[in-house]
């Protein structure tokens, strides 16, 4: 089974904070995704990355950066956090394929 | 970012009941998958679909990929308590890996 791993299932930080989102997958997967996902919107693509240091902009990149040094880790950076980024962040990872989700965080900035 | 029009936005049934959902889109897609959430959890995968026509069976649910690669159709039949949660359709054009997600349905069984 593919195992989608986020490193902290809740998190709560202050405004103008750095944050750190991190997820590995276990499955040697090319593809990395990052979604947001808010009640009414759906789930919302922030970044994606299809290889090691490649990434690409998704719909909704504004205020967040990513990092992948390494195939099995995809990280969001929220560079300042803001109220407006409480959310429910979902990472994901394919082979290409069919994306395989972690279990989501949970982050409220305050 | 383009967004699926998925329906009906929320359901309640009694147990025992069959269910009907479905994703419309003004693209084509060339992949269509279904998910289901659970509170607190991520988005599981329960049907992928690959071909234009295609019906694909996983127990109680059946997925069907629409002709004109614009629609998809989720069914779950004779529903039970932990059928409950959030099902989202997905789709993804030629050649790209990123989906585009439905705004979701909302399951519910009235006891």
């Known amino acids: 089974d593919v195992k989608v791993t986020q490193s902290s299932r809740y998190l709560v930080k202050r405004t103008g904070e750095k944050v750190f989102l991190e997820c590995v997958q276990d499955m040697d997967h090319e593809n990395m995704f990052w979604y947001r996902q808010d009640p009414g919107l759906g789930l919302r693509l922030i970044y994606f990355?299809?290889?090691?240091?490649?990434?690409e902009k998704g719909d909704i990149p504004e205020g967040y950066s990513v990092s992948r040094e390494k195939k099995e880790r995809f990280s969001l950076i929220l560079e300042s956090a803001s109220t407006n980024q409480t959310s429910m962040y979902l990472c994901?990872?394919?082979?290409?394929?069919?994306?395989?989700f972690g279990s989501g965080t949970r982050l409220t900035v305050v | 970012g383009q967004q699926l029009n998925q329906s009906p936005q929320s359901m309640f049934i009694q147990e025992g009941e069959d269910v009907s959902m479905n994703c419309t889109s003004s693209s084509i897609f060339n992949t269509w998958l279904w998910y289901k959430q659970e509170p607190g959890e991520g988005p599981v995968l329960l049907i992928a679909l690959y071909k234009a026509g295609e019906l694909t069976s996983n127990g109680r649910l059946t997925a069907q990929f629409g002709i004109t690669r614009k629609d998809s159709f989720l069914n779950i039949s004779a529903s039970i308590p932990s059928d409950v949660g959030i099902y989202f359709c997905?789709?993804?054009?030629?050649?790209?890996?990123?989906?585009?997600f439905g705004t979701g349905t909302r399951l519910t069984i009235i006891p």
């Open positions: 994901a990872s394919s082979r290409p394929g069919s994306p395989h």
């Open positions: 990355s299809y290889d090691v240091k490649m990434k």
């Open positions: 997905a789709g993804r054009p030629w050649g790209n890996e990123k989906l585009t």
